[in-house]
């Protein structure tokens, strides 16, 4: 059975700080996606990261896949009060070539940014 | 823009109630999704469908059955509504695998069951 974990859950940071949420996985994968969620809202896709070593950045948010080592991390940079959000990643292990494909996430960090 | 759209955004249901979720879609995507989120879990997949008329079972599938009779469209039934049910429930579509798309996510319906 996959296990996604995510750490920190809980984030509080000051603004200006940089940071770094972990997400570990047990088993073999190469396909890895963070999500962010604002509060009361849906999930919006950040990054999609497909193969080792892939590296996506967006503004204040970088992400990385080190498949080796089952790890992929959210560097946050010089954070702002606007990245406050809860963040999840999200493993597939379903790649095989068949006709459907599922996610498994981990718990979300909550991430809070403070003046 | 894609766009996933849910039937209601708060539900309010009596336990033993029989109640329906409804998920539709405009991009055409072969996969579609179920998921509840609570609070310290994440989000857990209930049912999934890759094709129409199509189901398997996720994570946390009891208490729950889906119907898909059309593409765009995937329904979350429960068949008597209880309490543990109470939830914010996530419909997503997604690509066949192969295709490296992410997941695309609806509003959410957040149900209450008294």
């Known amino acids: 059975e996959l296990k996604v974990e995510q750490n920190p859950l809980f984030l509080s940071m000051q603004e200006g700080k940089n940071y770094t949420i972990y997400c570990n996985y047990s088993t073999t994968s190469d396909r890895l996606y963070w999500y962010r969620q604002d509060p009361g809202k849906s999930l919006e896709s950040l990054f999609v990261l497909l193969s080792n070593g892939a590296v996506k950045q967006e503004g204040r948010l970088m992400a990385s896949l080190d498949t080796k080592a089952r790890l992929s991390t959210l560097h946050i940079t010089a954070a702002v009060h606007d990245l406050s959000a809860t963040y999840f990643c999200a493993v597939d292990i379903s790649y095989s070539g068949g006709s459907n494909y599922k996610l498994t996430f981990g718990k979300g960090t909550l991430l809070t940014v403070n003046p | 823009d894609v766009k996933v759209t849910q039937s209601s955004r708060y539900l309010v249901k009596r336990t033993g109630e029989k109640v329906f979720l409804e998920c539709v879609q405009d991009m055409d995507h072969e996969n579609m999704f179920w998921y509840r989120q609570d609070p310290g879990l994440g989000l857990r997949l209930i049912y999934f469908s890759y094709d129409v008329k199509m189901k398997e079972k996720g994570d946390i599938p009891e208490g729950y059955s889906v119907s898909r009779e059309k593409k765009e469209r995937f329904s979350l039934i429960l068949e008597s509504a209880s309490t543990n049910q109470t939830s914010m429930y996530l419909c997503?579509?997604?690509?066949?695998?192969?295709?490296?798309?992410?997941?695309?996510f609806g509003p959410g319906t957040r149900l209450t069951v008294l």
């Open positions: 997503a579509i997604g690509r066949l695998a192969g295709f490296t798309d992410t997941q695309y």
